[in-house]
Structures are given as structure tokens and as C-alpha cells.
């Protein structure tokens, strides 16, 4: 046998896990790389589905694995380390010729022409993931290859290269990011091939390749923003540039100066302003926007016009007062804030790159906004800042932050915000002083669905705080572009209500709902046909708020901390009916994200069982032997636990977003610890066999996965709530010793199971691994969909549950 | 040895005569289309609307010819009841939003009406033909170049088209009977509405480039008041029996 052949070292040392581990980090980094350089050049959601379906060429792999087992192995020394530079060479290729595919995103509807492209682009995506998997699956499938130690290997890299994927981020923009994943794919090639004793040729490939990286034509980095994309739209109008550029792993930061033709940018501002907008830049994240810059000279006089938009009620209730803006962005509400004579703001920015081009390079044109008398500017998650920080304000404003564009098409539909949830809104309130407000602006949009879910969750949060009538102590505002609504602790004063109607009158505004108002001084201004806004909301506030909600054809019922998912709106039933009134429009109404989540399982689900039967059939030519009893069992155990790990992992990592606070660095920190200490328990499954007999061990890990999961399902939250004020290294460290044990217990079953296919049926074993590839794809697309459902408890029981399923399916 | 009648020149009148036919083909075949089209457009307004489109607007989608305005990848798809791409980030809107719109502006002969944001020219062609006098503005320079030569190949002179930003509108040909402004604004210009006169009719698509979600139609009173209307295009009830 040739595999005879190979070293010592790649047979049983540390040397070929090693490549395992610097591959599987390789292809995650790649991963986590491609979704960022998606969400710039089209969407993310869009991102979510190509790069999803991308992932099913580690399914892939364990097809082509069991088809050419034989070949394959007898030449293993070979095809690894190929297989590790195929990726190596593949990563950046596909993504430059992904670049060249013409997929529009928004016309996929209307175009069949653009699902083909659209098979080109996941085509090209998955391949160097089909490389990378094969070379690992590769290394499992051979003889009396030590299973727990590579899978052990492949868990550990793969989590630390999703944290070094934010640490590439940090330092450099994702394209150059990608060339360094892809020279360690090339390096990963060289251990690999030192491993197999094939030490010179593969060496000199290995190390040579990285060094040539940076001879790569320039032009290369640029990318291809799709031409409906905001910032590409500002960019046409003459005489537009871009004056700054930052990148990072929260967004490409753009800004915009366009001295020919005045950006001009108020939303929803009054028709009846008569006031001149001063200079503007543009602020896009992602190619997404804008949001103004404005020039601000230290004379906060030729302001006026931010008193003319919806946003500015609250300040015609207040006097003199201290501000929290969340989501202080480019400046306009902390200018807002001080144009209306506010004494103290918090202005508080998640994104540090915004904020170090307010503080830096565009200082002067601010005028030192965030270093005025009064301003502190706070970089810092919205939540984490609320929770951490025990001062108390007149006004909590929660700042428009999203462009229309993306709002309209309903493209963050799938995006989990904590910024609208009842218990956000419960720690909003909780910061406010006696008579304080909070007041929160979205976009309008027909038929009403953001401001009816926010009076929903509004009346969620005033109830929970034991107020009797909710409806006393809510305000809504309707402009032509973005409503506003006001939420108090005490009920709305008569001369508040005067001063809301004065407000609204003057501006040519329409009250939506005010306590104690009459249908017909709704819709007085922006004429509907009905006065839905108001109707609404009374219904919102009223008896039977439940039965409205559920009548409603778009999903209003408030988001929660474990189902906070603000913009989905759509409803499955309310579908077939907009899909029915395309020839009017209907389209228009529809929220993308969902659609295009179903539109990825569903896919997933048909390539994956495709790539799941394929190698069935030869597998039955090559071994008569194998039951179909046993075919079954190694695809309920594998696709089991490939559904329950991706299931468990994403639900978890949403509850610790939240806690961590900063949701890149988060993720990163919650991927790295579940994939590490999961790395950790494959390789410690050789210690534990010496110790106890394999079913005990494999009951032992399912037993200790149910009792974690449920229980940090019924103690997380208020154990999480309680340390919210720690600092960050603290928090990581919370939240690193919670993962752990459970991550431990969920890296065991799979390398127990590939370890009795290799040894009871090894022809088998690419098969699993191709099973459990496929179904991680389906479980991460299914977990998302689930939550957005059940919310993501749901997800954990549902996991829980297909974990202990393993118990009686062990192949 | 040549056979009698098949002389070059006979292959070249042979071939004048094909595609003189072929043209007529293709000219009929599209007529047919546009006609399928303005069926189309006429029954999804019977179904979802509140009321049936003038039959001026209707003549005029029907005599505009759409494949001209967009680009050849996409001509096969110029009368179906969908947006189109044309390039430059631009779209051509869905015919029946196109129809919707005009019918809204309810401009006739004589009347003066400023467009912002031209794009391929074709809802300026299409008001053309209701004929009115249309001065278009298009703000990115490759569109409003390839508007203006495609609007005067197929004779719409009618139609003016300027290069430039559309905040100000155009102030020596106002006021105008009606200002349809496709190009996405986050405020509603002041300038536009100081333009329209007394009992004009502004209508603005608001939603993102390939779905017009509502329409805002801003009237102005004898008395040069300004009122607006929010429009669905769609008739949508968002509640279902019981409330």
C-alpha cells in the first residue's frame, strides 16, 4: 500500500494536523472574508446566501472523496499538499473572477438569465472551499489516520482563523486579507507536503507563492461596488470623490465630498422649511447611505433645519436638556442636540473608524462637533454603553442610522439589531430621569410596519414596567418621510400634548397618535387613503392589541432579546398574494432578506441531497457489504450532529453578542471559543477512551451538551444581565469559561463517530464527512430561519433535542 | 453557368426586400408586444386598482416604443410588465407604474411639464405623446446625452433635455402644469414646488431603484398651497377579516 509510504510523522504526528489546523483556519478566514467583501460589493444578505451555498463544497468534498477513494489515497502525499495549494491558488482567483459575474442581486426576481449567474458565482465561490475540504477530508479518510487528533486539529484552526480573520480586518482592507489567508493555504501546502516527506518541490511552491503576493497589480484590490448601491449612485453625480476611505472589520467607512452639485440631505424634512442646508459630506458604510456630514464652523445658528424634522419633537418638550444620542454616526443628532439648547450630550458610535474620522481628519470640517463644551463622544455598543453607564438623561435618542434604500427593500430582515427590542427599550427607560423621554425615528413605509412594531413594542415595555395604560404614555409622529415616536414613564402632560399638536401643525406633520386624539385629526397633511398610521396604533394601544397583531399581514409583534429580529416583517401567508400583485407593484412591499434565507435552504436542501446521494451508488458497488441499515445510521448521526452543532453554535453566539457587546469582535471571540474548545475535546477523545468505554464516553458528551444547553438557556440572560456592567476582558473571560464546557462536550461525537466508520466501514467515511458538510450548511441557514420564528431558545431545544437523537443512531 | 434572375443586383434587392420584410416583422411583432403590454397594464389596473387608467394615457404607452429605450440584452424583456436595468445604476420603470404615474400628473395638449432625472427618456417620451411640452433634466452626463440623441432620433421634439442638477429645476420655462421627479431625493425641493403653478400635480416614486414602493403626489392649491398625498400603488389591505 502506498500510504505505507508516508512519513511517520503524517501518519501519526503532530506535523499533519498541524497543516489540518492552518488549512481549516485558512478556509474560515476565507469564509468570514467573502461575506464581508459581498456585503460591500452587493448586500449582506446576498452574502449570506452565496457564501452559504458556497460551504456546501465541503459536502462536496466527501462526494468526491467516496467517487475516487482509491486514486485519491494511493497518491495521498500528492493530492494533499495539491489540494491545500489548489485552495491556496483558488481563493483570490475565484474571487476576482466572481467579480466579473454580472449577478444583480435585485433583479433576480424578474430575470432568469440572473439565477444562472448567480449557479456561475457559487460555482466559483465553492471551489476553493471544495479544495481545502477535500484536502482534510483526505487526511481523515486514510488508514489508521489518528480521526480525533486531525478533527481536533481542523476544529482548533478553524477557530482561531475565524479570530484571525477579525484580526486581519483590524489591520488591513478584506482583499489584501484574503491574499494572506491564501499564503497560508500555500503554507499549509509546504507543512502538509514536509509531512508526506515530499519535502523540496512543495517547499519552494509553499514559500515562494506568499512572496509573490505583493508583486500583484494594484487595480486588483479594487472593488466592483454593484452600480445600485448608494455610494455608487453619489459617485456618478459630477464632481463627486471620495475623500476618505477606512476599512475595517465593521464596514468599509466611505466619505464623499461633492463640491459641484451640494449634497443636500435632511430626511423628512418639512415642506413648509424655509431654512438652507449648510455644507455637506456624505458618510456611506458599505456603500450604504449616506448619512450628512455637515460643516459646522462653531456658530451652531445655520442649524435651523434640523428643527424641522420629525426627529426634532421630542426637544419641543424639553428644556435645556441632557442628551443620550445612540448611533451618533456622522454628527446630526448631537448637532440637533445642540441646536436646540441641549446642556449635556453622550453621543455613543459602535463604529471607531466613524469615529476617528469625526475626531481626526475631519475635525475641522465639524468643527470639533465631538469636542464641544458638554459632548463626550463614546465608542461603544449602544446596549453595553446603556447598561454599563448609570447616568441619567432628559432625552434618549435613538438615531436613524440605516439609508432608506436598504430600510425600503427590507435588506435587514434577517439582521439580528438589539437596538428595538422590548428589553432595550425596558434599559432605555430605565435611563431616563423624572418627565424624560425616549424618542426613536424610522423610515415610513406603506402599509405602516416599523411604527406599528415600535408602539407594539412600546405598549410591551410600558406593561412590563407595570403602567396600566400604555396608551397615555405614547407618542407618534408622522412626517412624509420618517415617523417619530416618543415614549415616556409619566404620562403625556395637556401642555405636552399642546406643544406635540403646535409641532406638528407647523410643520405640516400628522399626528399618529396622541393620547386623547380624535381619528379625524389624523392624516390631515401626507394624505393616506385611510389614516392606517392612527388606526393602528389605536389598535396597538388598545384592548386587543394580540388579535391586530395576529390579523395584521405584516409580522408587527415586538422583537425580544431572543428574537431580535426588528426588520422582518414578512409573513409566509402574505407572500403568494404581493407575489400575486407584481403586475402592481406588489414586489415592493416584500422584505428581501426572508425570501432569499428560504430561498438558500431550499437550495441547500437540493444540492446537498444530490451531493449525499451521489456517492451512494458507489459506495454500493464498492462494498456489497454495507447494510443499508448502516447507510442510514451514518446519515442520521452525521447529518444529526451537523444541523445540532451549527444550530447550538449560532444560538449561542447570539446570546453572547449581545453580552460581549461589539458584534464582530464577539462573533470572533464566540467562534474561535466553541471551535477551539471543541478542537480540544476531539483531542482529548483519545485520553478519554483509555479511561471509560466509547458509549459511555458518547452518552456522557450528549448528556453534558442537554444538560448546558437547557441550562444556560434558563440562566444565561439574568447571569448575562447581571455582569453587562464588567469590563470587556472580564466579559470575554465570562464568556470564554461558559463556552467551554459545552463546546468540549460538542467537539466528541463527530470524531467517536468517524472513528467507527473508519473502522468498520472506512469506504464510508468521506461519505460522512460529506454528510456532516452538507448539513452544516443546512443547519446554519435552518438555525437562522428557526430564529427568526421561535427565536433562538427555539434553536438550542430543537439542537438539544437532534444531539440525544444521536444516542440511537450511532452507526 | 448563372442562372437568369440571380444577378447581383437581384441578390441585392433580394436582400433589400428581406430585410424591409424582416422589419416589418419585427416592427409589427413589437407592435403586438406593446399591445399585449397595454392589455396587461389594463387588467392589472382593473384587478388592483381603484380606478381604469384614461384611455389618453393608454394611447400613450401604446404608441411609445419601449424596446427603443433600453439596451439590446434586455429588449426581449422591453414589454413585459417589469422594470429593466439600462445602465449607469438606472432602471426603466414597470409599465405600470409608468402608466400610474402619468395618469396622475392628468396633463393634456398644450400643457408644459418638467421632468428630474430623464433616464432613458422613455416617461418623457411617453408624456410627449400626450402631447405636452417636457423639459427633462438628468444629472448623470452619459444618460442625459444618450437620451437627448435617442429622443430626437425617434422625433420627440417636444421634448428638451438638459444636463444638470435638478434641485433648482428649470426656472425660465416655468411654471409648470405638472414636475414628475424620478430621481431619489431625501427632501422634496422647495424650488420644484415654487415652480409647479396653481393646481399643478407633482408626483414622486419613493422606494428603491427596481421597486417603486408608494407614490407621493403633491397638489397645489389655487391659493399655492401645497398638499400631499401618499399613494400605494397596489391595493393592499394590510388586515385580514375580523378587524
Same mark, same amino acid.
Given at each position: ?21 492552518? %488549512? ?39 462526494? @468526491? ?7 485519491? @489515497? ?34 433576480? /426576481? ?74 497560508? !493555504? ?25 512572496? @509573490? ?27 463627486? #470623490? ?7 472589520? %465593521? ?139 448609570? +447616568? ?11 439609508? &432608506? ?16 427590542? +422590548? ?85 405640516? &406633520? ?29 389598535? %396597538? ?28 416583517? /414578512? ?30 435552504? @431550499? ?30 445510521? +451514518? ?26 457587546? #461589539? ?9 474561535? !471559543? ?125 439542537? +438539544?433535542?437532534?444531539? %440525544? ?7 | ?243
Amino acid at each position: 500500500m502506498r500510504h505505507l509510504l508516508l512519513s511517520e510523522r503524517a501518519h501519526g504526528g503532530w506535523t499533519l494536523a498541524f497543516a489540518v489546523g492552518l %488549512l481549516a483556519g485558512a478556509a474560515l478566514a476565507y469564509e468570514v472574508l467573502l461575506v464581508r467583501l459581498f456585503a460591500i460589493l452587493q448586500w449582506h444578505h446576498f452574502a449570506y446566501m452565496v457564501i452559504s451555498l458556497a460551504l456546501l463544497g465541503f459536502g462536496a468534498s466527501g462526494t @468526491l472523496v467516496a467517487l475516487f477513494r482509491e486514486p485519491l @489515497l494511493r497518491r495521498f502525499e500528492w493530492a494533499f499538499p495539491s489540494a491545500a495549494m489548489a485552495f491556496a491558488v483558488g481563493a483570490p482567483i475565484a474571487f476576482q473572477l466572481a467579480q466579473l459575474v454580472p449577478v444583480d442581486a435585485l433583479e433576480l /426576481l424578474w430575470s432568469p438569465r440572473q439565477w444562472l449567474l448567480l449557479g456561475v458565482l457559487y460555482l466559483l465561490l465553492a471551489l476553493p472551499f471544495l479544495f481545502a475540504a477535500t484536502a482534510l477530508c483526505l487526511a481523515l479518510a486514510r488508514p489508521g489516520a489518528p480521526v480525533h487528533r486531525l478533527y481536533g486539529a481542523d476544529l482548533a484552526g478553524s477557530g482561531l482563523g475565524a479570530l484571525g480573520s477579525v484580526v486581519l480586518l483590524e489591520v488591513m482592507p478584506p482583499w489584501p486579507a484574503l491574499l494572506v489567508v491564501a499564503a497560508i !493555504g500555500a503554507i499549509a501546502a509546504g507543512v502538509g507536503a514536509l509531512a508526506c516527506t515530499l519535502r523540496i518541490r512543495w517547499l519552494v511552491a509553499a514559500f515562494l507563492l506568499p512572496l @509573490l503576493l505583493p508583486g500583484l497589480p494594484r487595480d486588483l484590490g479594487d472593488l466592483e461596488i454593484s452600480q445600485y448601491k448608494a455610494l455608487s449612485e453619489m459617485l456618478r453625480v459630477p464632481g463627486t #470623490h471620495v475623500v476618505a476611505e477606512r476599512s475595517g472589520p %465593521l464596514g468599509l467607512v466611505t466619505v464623499v465630498a461633492s463640491p459641484q452639485v451640494p449634497l443636500r440631505h435632511a430626511p423628512g424634512l418639512s415642506l413648509t422649511s424655509k431654512a438652507h442646508l449648510p455644507e455637506q459630506m456624505a458618510l456611506f458604510v458599505d456603500g450604504n447611505g449616506p448619512s450628512a456630514i455637515n460643516r459646522f464652523q462653531y456658530d451652531i445658528r445655520p442649524f435651523a433645519y434640523l428643527g424641522d424634522t420629525p426627529e426634532a419633537l421630542p426637544y419641543a418638550l424639553l428644556d435645556a436638556p441632557r442628551v443620550l444620542v445612540l448611533g451618533a454616526g456622522s454628527g446630526t443628532e448631537v448637532l440637533r442636540a445642540l441646536w436646540h439648547g441641549a446642556v449635556a450630550v453622550d453621543a455613543v458610535e459602535l463604529n471607531p473608524l466613524v469615529a476617528e474620522l469625526m475626531t481626526q481628519p475631519f475635525a475641522d470640517f465639524v468643527g470639533d462637533l465631538y469636542a464641544q463644551p458638554g459632548v463626550r463622544l463614546h465608542v461603544d455598543e449602544a446596549r453595553a454603553f446603556v447598561a454599563r453607564n448609570q +447616568v441619567h438623561y432628559d432625552l434618549v435618542q435613538v438615531a436613524l442610522v440605516d439609508g &432608506f434604500g436598504a430600510a425600503a427593500a427590507g435588506l435587514h430582515a434577517l439582521d439580528e439589531n438589539y437596538l428595538y427590542t +422590548v428589553e432595550a427599550f425596558g434599559r432605555y427607560l430605565d435611563r431616563l430621569d423624572d418627565g424624560g423621554l425616549l424618542a426613536i425615528t424610522r423610515w415610513n413605509r406603506l402599509p405602516p410596519r416599523d411604527s406599528m412594531k415600535l408602539v407594539a413594542t412600546a405598549r410591551a415595555t410600558l406593561e412590563a414596567s407595570g403602567i396600566d395604560r400604555p396608551a397615555d404614555h405614547v407618542v407618534l409622529l408622522r412626517g412624509w418621510k420618517t415617523h417619530t415616536l416618543l415614549v415616556a414613564e409619566t404620562p403625556f402632560s395637556p401642555g405636552q400634548l399642546a406643544e406635540v399638536r403646535r409641532f406638528a401643525s407647523g410643520h405640516a &406633520f400628522d399626528l399618529a397618535w396622541l393620547p386623547g386624539m380624535a381619528r379625524d385629526e389624523a392624516n390631515r397633511f401626507n394624505v393616506l387613503d385611510t389614516p392606517a398610521f392612527h388606526d393602528g396604533a389605536r389598535e %396597538l394601544l388598545g384592548e386587543d392589541a394580540a388579535g391586530f397583531v395576529d390579523a395584521y399581514k405584516f409580522d408587527i409583534s415586538p422583537a425580544t432579546d431572543d428574537r431580535p429580529h426588528f426588520f422582518q416583517f /414578512l409573513r409566509l401567508g402574505t407572500l403568494p398574494e404581493l407575489f400575486s400583485k407584481r403586475g402592481a407593484g406588489g414586489l415592493a412591499l416584500v422584505d428581501w432578506g426572508y425570501p432569499l434565507l428560504l430561498a438558500a435552504l @431550499l437550495q441547500a436542501l437540493l444540492l446537498g441531497a444530490l451531493l449525499i446521494l451521489l456517492p451512494l451508488r458507489a459506495l454500493r458497488r464498492h462494498h456489497q457489504g454495507t447494510e443499508p441499515a448502516r447507510r442510514w445510521t +451514518v446519515f442520521a448521526y452525521f447529518g444529526a450532529i451537523g444541523l445540532a452543532f451549527m444550530g447550538l453554535e449560532m444560538a449561542f453566539i447570539q446570546k453572547l453578542v449581545l453580552f460581549l457587546g #461589539h458584534p464582530v469582535r464577539a462573533v470572533a471571540v464566540a467562534l474561535a !471559543g466553541f471551535l477551539v474548545s471543541a478542537g480540544i475535546g476531539s483531542l482529548a477523545v483519545e485520553r478519554l477512551l483509555a479511561w471509560r468505554r466509547e458509549m459511555t464516553v458518547r452518552h456522557g458528551a450528549l448528556v453534558g451538551i442537554a444538560l448546558l444547553g437547557l441550562g444556560y438557556l434558563m440562566l444565561l440572560p439574568g447571569l448575562f444581565e447581571t455582569l453587562l456592567a464588567w469590563p470587556d476582558a472580564a466579559r470575554i473571560a465570562v464568556a470564554l469559561a461558559v463556552i467551554a464546557p459545552l463546546g468540549f462536550c460538542m467537539g466528541l461525537p463527530l470524531p467517536l463517530g468517524l472513528r467507527r466508520v473508519a473502522a468498520h466501514a472506512p469506504e464510508a467515511l468521506p461519505w460522512a464527512w460529506g454528510i456532516n458538510g452538507c448539513a452544516s450548511v443546512v443547519g446554519a441557514v435552518l438555525a437562522a430561519l428557526l430564529a427568526l420564528h421561535f427565536g433562538f431558545g427555539a434553536v438550542v431545544l430543537v439542537s +438539544v433535542w437532534l444531539y %440525544l437523537l444521536t444516542a440511537v443512531c450511532a452507526p | 453557368m448563372k442562372e437568369p434572375g440571380w444577378s447581383a443586383s437581384a441578390w441585392a434587392g433580394q436582400l433589400a426586400l428581406s430585410c424591409l420584410l424582416l422589419l416589418g416583422v419585427a416592427s409589427a411583432d413589437e407592435a403586438e408586444r406593446r399591445a399585449a403590454m397595454i392589455d396587461e397594464v389594463v387588467a392589472t389596473q382593473a384587478r388592483y386598482g381603484d380606478r381604469p387608467f384614461t384611455p389618453e394615457t393608454l394611447a400613450a404607452l401604446g404608441h411609445t416604443e419601449r424596446h427603443r429605450f433600453v439596451p439590446t440584452e434586455v429588449r426581449d424583456a422591453a414589454y413585459a410588465n417589469r422594470p429593466l436595468p439600462i445602465g449607469h445604476g438606472q432602471t426603466i420603470s414597470q409599465p405600470f407604474i409608468v402608466a400610474l404615474m402619468t395618469d396622475l400628473l392628468r396633463v393634456g395638449s398644450g400643457d408644459r411639464v418638467l421632468e428630474v432625472g430623464t433616464g432613458s427618456g422613455y416617461q418623457a417620451a411617453v408624456l410627449a405623446e400626450l402631447d405636452v411640452t417636457v423639459f427633462t433634466l438628468e444629472i448623470v452626463e452619459p444618460l442625459a446625452v444618450e437620451a437627448r440623441a435617442r429622443l430626437a432620433s425617434l422625433g420627440y421634439d417636444r421634448v428638451t433635455v438638459r444636463h444638470g442638477d435638478g434641485y433648482y429645476g428649470w426656472p425660465g420655462e416655468g411654471p409648470f402644469d405638472a414636475v414628475i421627479v424620478t430621481a431619489a431625493a431625501s427632501y422634496i425641493p422647495p424650488p420644484l414646488v415654487e415652480q409647479l403653478r396653481p393646481g399643478g400635480r407633482m408626483v414622486i416614486p419613493i422606494g428603491s431603484r427596481f421597486h417603486t414602493q408608494h407614490l407621493m403626489l403633491v397638489e397645489k392649491s389655487a391659493d399655492g398651497t401645497p398638499t400631499v398625498r401618499q399613494l400605494l400603488p397596489v391595493r393592499f389591505v394590510p388586515l385580514t377579516g375580523g378587524h
